[in-house]
């Protein structure tokens, strides 16, 4: 495997703290979610490090570049807008602390605007108007409130441990629910080729799914948009592979 795969430059979140911790629900909620946290790291890297190397001559790569961008930034939308909309107010319901996720919800609006003009330029962008460098400049606007955010919200959710354990366990499994009640065709075959099994050691089964998921999501809802799954870092097995598009810029 290549030293440039889709563990950097934006870092993945260690879990080796805490994640054998089953004292409470607070640890297994906190691994989670930051295994959540760091497919969404390493579509974003996969992302800024493969946009250079798109071959200009080539609009249907392009096109796909740019549709996997979307699906990107969609899974992004999705999954911010149910902890606002359910998982955040039901840990303020369980610790009776109205505001308590407000600096998480304040961090989502930091690397709002930024973010807004990525996805907007993923939407917008012709193949003959592709610049890779301008779309790495993109990401680059908000990556690092983004990832500051992915890092501090798992900090949040181990302070919990002073809570009902039961309660927070159950405010995370509807949370669960939520996200998978999603578009099957163009998020769930991003969320399985941006999970990585052999991630510290292998000692995770992220997503936990029966044997047979990854086969209905490669060979049924993957066909749709079949060009875009190229550039995960993984395959729908959460195998590591090596990026599709790296190595010397083809752009001027």
């Not at 974003?44 to 493969?50: D, E, V």
């Not at 740019?66 to 909309?85: G, R, V």
């Not at 369980?94 to 690397?111: S, W």
Request: some cysteine; proline content about 5%.
């Amino acid at each position: 495997m290549s030293s440039q795969w889709a563990d950097q430059p934006y870092s993945l979140i260690s879990t080796t703290a805490f994640s054998k911790d089953t004292s409470h629900a607070a640890y297994y909620v906190a691994t989670q979610m930051a295994l959540a946290h760091n497919g969404i790291i390493r579509g974003l890297n996969s992302i800024y490090l493969q946009a250079p190397h798109i071959p200009l001559s080539d609009p249907a790569t392009i096109r796909d570049f740019l549709a996997y961008c979307q699906c990107w930034c969609e899974s992004m939308h999705h999954h911010h807008d149910a902890e606002e909309q359910d998982f955040f107010p039901s840990i303020e319901q369980i610790t009776e602390i109205k505001g308590l996720m407000e600096r998480n919800v304040e961090q989502h609006r930091a690397f709002t605007p930024g973010f807004e003009r990525f996805q907007e330029y993923a939407r917008t962008c012709t193949p003959q108007e592709y610049d890779g460098q301008k779309l790495r400049s993109l990401v680059e606007d908000f990556a690092q409130p983004l990832t500051r955010h992915l890092y501090d919200e798992i900090d949040t959710l181990r302070a919990l441990d002073m809570y009902d354990s039961g309660r927070i366990r159950q405010a995370y499994r509807q949370f669960e629910k939520l996200l998978m009640a999603t578009d099957n065709y163009r998020i769930a075959p991003l969320v399985f080729g941006t999970a990585d099994r052999s991630f510290e050691g292998g000692m995770h089964d992220f997503p936990s799914v029966p044997f047979f998921v990854p086969y209905i999501i490669h060979y049924l809802f993957g066909r749709r948009y079949r060009g875009a799954w190229r550039f995960n870092p993984c395959t729908m097995w959460r195998d590591r592979r090596e990026l599709a598009f790296k190595g010397e810029s083809t752009q001027a």
